[in-house]
Structure formats: C-alpha cells, structure tokens
C-alpha cells in the first residue's frame, strides 16, 4: 500500500466508526432523558443500543447525509474546545441528525 493512500483509507475506515460511536450515545441520553426504566416502555435493551449505532453509522457513511454530519461534528468540536458545558446538555448536541 502506498504511503499516500494511508490517511484516506484510515479516515474511510474511522468516520463509520464514530458514527457508530454517536448512535450509542444518542441512544443513552434519550433513555436516561425519557427515563425508559418505566413500566410502559421497560429496560433498555443492548440490541437497540446497537441498532441505534448502526443506524447512525450508515447516515455517516450515506453521502446525501454526509455534509449534515460534518456540520454536527465541527459544531461539537467547538462545544468541546470552548468548554460550553451547557450545550452538551441539550437535545440538538446529543441527536446524530
């Protein structure tokens, strides 16, 4: 493999991956925001843990979602960078899209 192909293929390789990353977060914060222990909805289940982050992982792959996803993570990369802690705690830094 030549050296110059290197960073691309990592890049293609890692961007689903943090996608996947961000499901899963997703997924946590609006069960700990909806409180899904209740009797109506019940435990949460690992599988729609997973669901969630494949799901998130295709949308980072997809290209017609790609642009909105890049948006979102230079927007929490700057969340991030600021120390905007607030911010972490609303709905808009926690969705995947």
């Not at 700990?32 to 729609?48: A, C, D, T, V, W």
């Not at 909105?68 to 911010?87: A, D, H, Q, S, T």
């Amino acid at each position: 493999m030549n050296k110059n192909n290197i960073i691309p293929h990592c890049l293609i390789g890692i961007w689903p991956l943090l996608g996947f990353k961000r499901g899963m977060d997703s997924y946590d914060y609006h069960h700990s925001k909806n409180n899904l222990y209740n009797k109506q909805q019940g435990p949460p289940l690992f599988i729609n843990k997973i669901g969630w982050g494949i799901g998130s992982a295709c949308a980072y792959m997809s290209p017609f979602t790609f642009f909105i996803v890049l948006y979102k993570e230079v927007y929490r990369l700057e969340i991030n960078i600021r120390g905007l802690e607030e911010e972490k705690k609303k709905d808009y830094y926690n969705e995947v899209i």
